[in-house]
């Protein structure tokens, strides 16, 4: 789960991306300030039209013309990492840490780029860090879980997961994780009520009708599993897709397992 440093006017771009030395060195001119300006758009808007490998481009012509500019190399790193650029995008974030060591964007879409690399304590030192710079940054929660439940940690994943849940109680997916978690770690009851309260709230949420799909079917309620799969299935396809589920969107095994079952059975 990336967290985009959002960039309106390249103006607060640049701000956000130069030290005093680097300002007097190589300030922008009006002319270059507009032409940038331009570019960040066109990177905003291919980034928002999933065409990621067209923002890498635009976020490379910015950084060529300022190098040194944190919020540009990070932004390249997140068009990375979309394109499972994983190695290339540790590299953008190595960077933009280095110029700005105390944004926490970085951080955070390292450890992202390193839970696909299957770095799981590496992740946890980058969440751990933004938690040293903001105790209450509810996305290094849910995505340390992430990681714990990379390692196996069942336990610290939960309280993790808790934590981003009660932090920002409009996280659905941190609620989400929550619930898969508990399901995973065999407290059955407590995940589905979860679960439920999630779809009451959100009912339009794919992965918790997905996730109620799978344990209605283990317990028997064909009616309730395949009502769920229905809504799950028309919101959102890739469901279908047990490799997805388990690569892409990190369903833990029991979860899986069920899922399985109810579509082999189906």
Not at 50 to 65: K, L, M, P
Not at 100 to 117: I, K
Not at 170 to 196: C, K, P, V, W
Request: glycine share 4%; net charge neutral; charged share 25%.
């Amino acid at each position: 789960m990336m967290r985009l440093i959002s960039i309106i006017l390249l103006c607060v771009l640049l701000v956000f991306g130069y030290s005093d030395r680097a300002l007097a060195q190589n300030k922008p001119t009006p002319e270059q300030l507009q032409q940038l300006d331009t570019l960040a758009q066109k990177a905003i808007k291919a980034t928002n039209t999933g065409d990621f490998a067209t923002a890498e481009t635009y976020w490379t012509e910015i950084i060529e013309q300022f190098p040194d500019n944190p919020a540009a190399v990070s932004n390249r790193g997140n068009a990375r990492i979309s394109q499972n650029k994983l190695i290339e995008a540790v590299s953008d974030f190595n960077k933009a840490i280095e110029l700005a060591p105390t944004a926490t964007d970085p951080y955070l879409n390292r450890g992202t780029a390193l839970e696909g690399l299957g770095k799981w304590d590496e992740a946890i030192a980058d969440y751990n860090k933004i938690l040293s710079l903001d105790p209450k940054d509810a996305m290094a929660y849910n995505n340390r879980g992430n990681a714990e439940a990379g390692l196996g940690n069942w336990e610290k994943a939960i309280s993790d997961y808790r934590t981003a849940a009660d932090l920002a109680p409009n996280f659905a997916f941190a609620r989400a994780n929550y619930a898969i978690a508990l399901y995973q770690n065999s407290q059955t009851d407590e995940a589905i009520r979860n679960m439920r309260n999630i779809v009451r709230k959100y009912p339009n949420f794919a992965d918790m009708r997905a996730a109620l799909t799978a344990a209605y079917w283990e317990q028997g309620k064909r009616g309730e599993a395949e009502s769920n799969w229905v809504a799950a299935v028309g919101l959102d396809k890739r469901y279908k897709d047990l490799d997805w589920v388990v690569k892409v969107r990190r369903w833990p095994s029991k979860m899986v397992a069920a899922l399985e079952k109810f579509q082999k059975l189906q």
